[in-house]
């Protein structure tokens, strides 16, 4: 009497891996993960060229687009990445990042960002100085776990990188 609704989902966007659709129900899940190697690819499906600034998910694409800022509190250089107009940055000397700004540029709440950052241990609070370095900074591997968690980690490439430095224009 009535046509069962069946919804129709374009394989290309995302593979949801088997479902009650497919014929090969042995077939393992996969989720995409994109891949800083992927930015170019995206860049060209979403904007349609590779000079324009693309999004997706509402955060920049972008290959590596790292610099290197002089903190005269500190007496130490941090490198920087740009993410949704907020600086994130990296000290070199004991690799902390500025996790106020990486929460900051996912657009997350206040409330739920100073939720997220007052159960943490292991920090350090900048109060005074220039306000890209102001915030509090957490060890690496927190912040990369925090970052993982929001999504944006790759996005923010090359920041978690082991190598950082490598990747510094000349």
Not at 14 to 20: K, L, V
Not at 117 to 144: C, D, H, T, Y
């Amino acid at each position: 009497m009535y046509a069962q609704y069946q919804p129709q989902v374009s394989p290309s966007l995302y593979n949801t891996g088997p479902s009650y659709m497919n014929a090969n129900v042995n077939q393992t899940p996969q989720v995409n993960q994109f891949t800083t190697s992927d930015a170019s690819v995206l860049r060209k499906r979403y904007q349609g060229g590779m000079g324009a600034q693309s999004t997706l998910l509402g955060a920049p694409i972008r290959d590596s687009n790292i610099n290197v800022s002089w903190w005269e509190e500190e007496k130490i250089p941090c490198y920087e990445v740009e993410l949704n107009g907020v600086t994130v940055l990296r000290r070199s000397d004991n690799n902390y990042i500025n996790a106020t700004k990486l929460l900051n540029s996912t657009h997350m709440t206040r409330g739920k960002r100073d939720g997220i950052l007052k159960s943490e241990l292991n920090k350090k609070i900048v109060r005074k100085g220039p306000m890209k370095f102001m915030g509090i900074w957490l060890p690496l591997q927190k912040a990369e776990i925090i970052a993982k968690r929001e999504g944006i980690r790759e996005l923010l490439f090359p920041l978690f990188e082991r190598d950082v430095g490598k990747y510094v224009a000349k």
